[in-house]
Structures are given as structure tokens and as C-alpha cells.
């Protein structure tokens, strides 16, 4: 190659690699916090790359529980290194509370959104609508003849004596709003747990075979024969039924307790145009869609479609639970929380 042909090809070889950077710094990367697992395989395989394609950006989840991403955003307020963020509905009040979001701009998906969706004049909007109700153990309950529950009050049933499983309302969300619900039925709120207290020791207590930190055990405690009923989600229970393992739902009478994961665009990002955007996208019908076939992930928007007709059905019955579903006052309890948590570890579960 003489001298000049070799300036020549090196010459383009440079252009084409400032070319390439270029194109490459047109390509905008938008972090999301969010939980990991199944939410992160679903939103990174199926749902962020339509997107991703249409706005010629990247879309990188920030896994963790939603403790570990309001943490993330509360360090880094003064400047966000996240654009979007999922978390728990009442963790999400908190960081509401703390200025860590933006009010969610007005698009079409808002107004087709299910009942108790939209948080704080949309400061927040549900990507992922959840509730805690009742389960039973199938299998037993056949076995000894007996009908599903129909009430919280189930719980205290002297027929289920050392076959309640109950989620530590301290650590677990379940357990805390299967408490709740008893102290509302007992004549309390959440400004006044008095009546819980007082009574929960004396009627479901007796009942509870073991308080666990999570719902993780609870396959288990079904298989062994171990546990007859707990709070459940209706999700939680279709995963359950997925592995054979004879869990099924039941609605309570006094409603369930709405569960949600959230999103919120984090106040002062560094792309606030291109995170509404994505905001936006994840609450349209087609995004909630998959998210739904590809990680049984139940849309808030209702216009929303499952791929089969039984998954249909089990979304308008989902949808049907929601009508009855209690959103609880998480202003108040946030607050007073820790104080709660000791209270329940002192007299209820030591």
C-alpha cells in the first residue's frame, strides 16, 4: 500500500469512528429503578425495546427492592443519577413526601386507568396493580369439607387453630394489611391501631401457627399439609398454581387491600423530556400488555388485553376484586410504622 493510499484508508477509518461516536452520543441512556428478578426480565426483554427503538434510547434497569431504590434516590437527590422509578405504593408516598418526583404529565393512559391508581394528584401512577387478600390450601380445605373463606374474620376461625400462616406485619406488607383490616373490622383506622392490638392476641393469635418474614415458606407449608390459610395476592397465588401447588384465592367480604407497585418520573433528572416519555409509554395499553403475557405483571390501565381468552377472564375478575379493594392511609402509616413494628414484635409475635 503506498504511502498516500494508507493516509487515505486511515483517514477514513477516523471519520467512521467519529461518526460512530456521534451517533452513539445521540443515543440518550435513561436508568430506571426498579425490582429485579421477573420486573427486570420482563421490561428489559419485552417491553423497554419498542421504545428503545422509537426514541433511540437505552433503557437500563437499577435493580433493587423498593427500600433499596427510595435509598438511591435519597442519596443522590441533589443530582439524580435515575430518571424513573417503581416502587411499592407505600414507599412511594414517602418518597412523594420527600420531593423525589415530578407530577406525571397528562396523557390519554390516565383517564383509562383503574380506580386508586393515580397517587397524590399523579405524583405517582400504579404500573402494576396487586391486592392482598386471602388464600387457602385447596387440597386441605376439600379434604376436611370445608367452604372458602369469606372474611378476614376467617382468620380467627377455631377450625384453622395451628394451621394459620401469618406474615410478620412488621417486615412483611401482607401481614401488615391483613392487621389492618382486622383492626378496621375491630372498630379502629390507621390513626387508631388500639383495637388490633388489643384483640388480635385473644382471636387470630391462637390461630397462627408460625409468623414469617416473607410469603416464601408458604408453598412449602402447603405442601407439608402445615398451613390451611394466609394473606395472599391473587398473583402471588396464580404463581403458585403455575408450580401445582394447591393455593387459590379468596376475595374477603370486607375487601382486600390495594398493593401496588408504582412509577414516578425523579424530580430535576437529567432528561425530564425523554423520562415523561417512557413514563408515558409504560402506562399505554401496548406496553401493560406484555408486561402482562411475559411476566403476568396486571396492568392498571384497563384497555389493556391478555393474550388468551382464560387469561382474559382472570384479568376481568382481577379487575372485578379491585372495585371492593380498600387503599389504606399510608400518610399515617409511615409515620407511626416503627412505632407499630415495635409494638408488634413486643406483644404479638415474641
Not at 260 to 282: D, F, G, H, R, W
Request: glycine content about 6%; aromatic content about 8%.
Amino acid at each position: 500500500m503506498t504511502k498516500s493510499k494508507f493516509l487515505q484508508t486511515a483517514a477514513f477509518a477516523a471519520l467512521a469512528i467519529t461518526a460512530a461516536g456521534a451517533v452513539q452520543a445521540q443515543t440518550k441512556t435513561l436508568y430506571v429503578g426498579m425490582n429485579g428478578g421477573n420486573f427486570e426480565k420482563t421490561y428489559t426483554q419485552h417491553v423497554f425495546p419498542d421504545f428503545e427503538k422509537a426514541n433511540d434510547v437505552k433503557v437500563v434497569v437499577v435493580p433493587g427492592t423498593s427500600s433499596d431504590i427510595l435509598a438511591k434516590a435519597t442519596a443522590a437527590k441533589g443530582n439524580p443519577q435515575m430518571h424513573v422509578m417503581f416502587l411499592d405504593d407505600g414507599v412511594m408516598v414517602r418518597a412523594i413526601g420527600a420531593g423525589l418526583c415530578e407530577k406525571v404529565k397528562d396523557t390519554p393512559a390516565l383517564a383509562d386507568l383503574a380506580p386508586g391508581a393515580r397517587l397524590k394528584n399523579d405524583m405517582a401512577v400504579g404500573i402494576d396493580l396487586g391486592m392482598t387478600g386471602l388464600a387457602y390450601n385447596k387440597k386441605m380445605f376439600e379434604e376436611k369439607g370445608w367452604a372458602p373463606p369469606t372474611s378476614w374474620m376467617d382468620l380467627a376461625d377455631p377450625k384453622y387453630k395451628g394451621k394459620v400462616v401469618f406474615q410478620s406485619a412488621a417486615a412483611s406488607s401482607f401481614g401488615l394489611h391483613a392487621f389492618l383490616m382486622f383492626n378496621r373490622i375491630q372498630g379502629g383506622d390507621e390513626k387508631n391501631v388500639e383495637p388490633g392490638f388489643s384483640k388480635f392476641k385473644d382471636t387470630i393469635g391462637p390461630n397462627v401457627l408460625e409468623y414469617i418474614p416473607s410469603s416464601a415458606k408458604i408453598s412449602e407449608m402447603v405442601q407439608t399439609g402445615e398451613a390451611a390459610i394466609f394473606p395472599l395476592t391473587p398473583t402471588a397465588v396464580a404463581a403458585h398454581q403455575e408450580k401445582n401447588i394447591p393455593v387459590e384465592y379468596a376475595q374477603p367480604k370486607e375487601g382486600s387491600v390495594v398493593l401496588m407497585v408504582t412509577e414516578c418520573v425523579i424530580a430535576n433528572n437529567s432528561e425530564p423530556e425523554s423520562a415523561q416519555k417512557l413514563a408515558a409509554y409504560l402506562l399505554s395499553p401496548e406496553a401493560q400488555s406484555k408486561a402482562l403475557q411475559y411476566g403476568n405483571i396486571v396492568p392498571s390501565n384497563v384497555k389493556a388485553k391478555a393474550a388468551t381468552p382464560e387469561a382474559e377472564a382472570k384479568l376481568k375478575k382481577f379487575h372485578e376484586y379491585m372495585k371492593t379493594a380498600v387503599t389504606l392511609d399510608w400518610d399515617t402509616i409511615n409515620e407511626k410504622r416503627p412505632e407499630w413494628n415495635s409494638r408488634w414484635n413486643k406483644t404479638i409475635e415474641r
